[in-house]
């Protein structure tokens, strides 16, 4: 059976290829997004509040699963392009089979210590409550929430993105239906929200797990298998960047929440929170591109494809660029109207938001390069680089200017950090696009052009 990754890629043929996972990560986005929304609107800022609350152990659960989503789709990939069809279906079970276990011990251990997690994470005696109602909710629907991350990746590599992002559409949907029907017509509190949420993710991986175990007329099924524990080893070690990107999600949300109640107090915390969750719209684009076209990438790779290497490296950093130019711009246009949403008609929260925004949104041209490259090496196999770049600009770099800027330049300091700690990781991103062009067949005398172009 051909596979639609063999063709030689144009321009045209990058973006329509990766525009279903885009599509995917921004409707993705969306549920974290509108669940604050209606969370501010009809419970309260304290309701809001413990969302932000349990925000870190979410991270560390979307982590994992996409870990094993992303290292594993690049094994699968990488073995669909040495034409090795019957050991990719093997490996692409296994690590479904891999996220149903790692989300079940997720489930058992969240519910045998709730008290402390939710404790450590920091609720106050007045989030507690609704702390404590979505976590519940939330965890006890974790195996679906990871296998919804899982096929989100998978249904890409096997070839299939269109289903992937009609399913994360309907979920989408699903999710603001939902959301609206439990706390506006049914007047609940939090826990509406968090059956909104959870219940929306039944309808992707309900049907990928159906999808994957009846139809055999594609590339990926599910087979029988045995477990390979070098590949999930090499899997968790590949896929260890985006473990690491969900984990300073966590410590910079904390180290945030901790400078803007410190300078701000809690109106300051709101409004860290409504522009992460514009932050967090704008990069789901540059993820979704860079987790879209990563299969290609591992598929050219196992080809040893090197002419199409170049030309698809050299057009998507083109394309990157693109798009973080025009996200910086469309940024100044659109937070007005995102602060008013988010606020809950409180002005002291509008004004901060919106007076410091223009510290911070220079690091929407940065995001860009950092985010490709760091998925860029996991398509390739190499989980270390990877995890090196992703490291270093979100939690090393970011961690220390979240810790030095506000000693230095007051509340100015915690708007710049992430400008700051961007930049930095730049430098290192094409640091490593350029040492690792030979090994990984993108070199060519005109290093400039392929490489950076």
């Given at each position: 059976m051909k596979n639609n990754m063999d063709k030689c890629f144009t321009f045209k043929q990058i973006l329509k290829f990766a525009l279903p996972s885009i599509i995917m990560m921004m409707f993705f986005s969306l549920y974290t997004i509108v669940d604050g929304i209606f969370i501010s609107n009809y419970v309260g800022t304290t309701a809001l509040g413990a969302l932000n609350i349990i925000y870190p152990y979410q991270c560390l659960a979307i982590g994992t699963s996409v870990m094993i989503a992303s290292g594993g789709s690049a094994i699968v990939g990488r073995t669909l392009g040495e034409q090795k069809q019957e050991d990719a279906r093997k490996f692409f079970t296994m690590f479904v089979m891999v996220e149903i276990i790692c989300a079940i011990t997720f489930l058992i251990l969240g519910l045998s210590f709730q008290g402390p997690i939710l404790k450590l994470l920091g609720a106050s005696d007045e989030q507690m409550p609704y702390a404590i109602k979505y976590y519940l909710i939330y965890t006890c629907f974790l195996p679906f929430s990871f296998l919804q991350n899982a096929f989100q990746t998978l249904f890409v590599t096997a070839d299939k993105p269109h289903l992937g992002l009609g399913l994360v559409i309907c979920a989408g949907i699903m999710n603001v239906f939902l959301d609206y029907f439990f706390l506006d017509i049914c007047s609940m509190s939090i826990e509406g929200a968090a059956l909104g949420t959870v219940l929306a993710c039944l309808i992707p991986s309900v049907t990928g797990l159906l999808y994957f175990s009846f139809n055999r007329k594609e590339t990926l099924y599910f087979v029988r298998f045995k477990f390979d524990f070098m590949k999930i080893k090499e899997a968790f070690t590949n896929g260890s960047s985006e473990m690491v990107t969900n984990l300073a999600n966590a410590i910079s949300t904390f180290l945030f929440n901790y400078q803007c109640q410190k300078f701000y107090g809690d109106d300051g915390v709101a409004s860290i929170t409504i522009i992460l969750y514009f932050q967090f719209l704008f990069t789901a684009i540059l993820f979704g591109y860079s987790m879209g076209i990563a299969p290609v990438f591992s598929y050219k790779y196992g080809k040893n494809d090197k002419k199409e290497l170049k030309s698809?490296?050299?057009?998507?950093?083109?394309?990157?660029?693109?798009?973080?130019?025009?996200?910086?711009?469309?940024?100044?246009?659109?937070?007005?109207?995102?602060?008013?949403?988010?606020?809950?008609?409180?002005?002291?929260?509008?004004?901060?938001?919106?007076?410091?925004?223009?510290?911070?949104?220079?690091?929407?041209?940065?995001?860009?390069i950092s985010i490709f490259a760091s998925s860029y090496f996991t398509a390739l196999g190499n989980g270390l680089v990877s995890a090196v770049i992703s490291f270093s600009r979100t939690i090393l770099f970011l961690t220390i200017a979240l810790i030095v800027l506000p000693i230095i330049f007051k509340e100015n300091g915690i708007w710049i950090s992430v400008p700051v700690a961007e930049a930095i990781g730049v430098f290192v991103s094409i640091f490593c696009l350029i040492k690792y062009r030979k090994k990984y067949l993108y070199d060519s005398c005109n290093q400039k052009e392929d490489v950076l172009g």
């Open positions: 698809i490296l050299r057009r998507s950093l083109a394309i990157i660029g693109t798009i973080s130019v025009l996200a910086y711009g469309l940024s100044f246009v659109l937070i007005n109207p995102v602060a008013h949403l988010f606020s809950g008609g409180s002005k002291n929260v509008f004004d901060i938001t919106v007076n410091n925004f223009a510290l911070y949104n220079s690091a929407f041209i940065l995001f860009g």
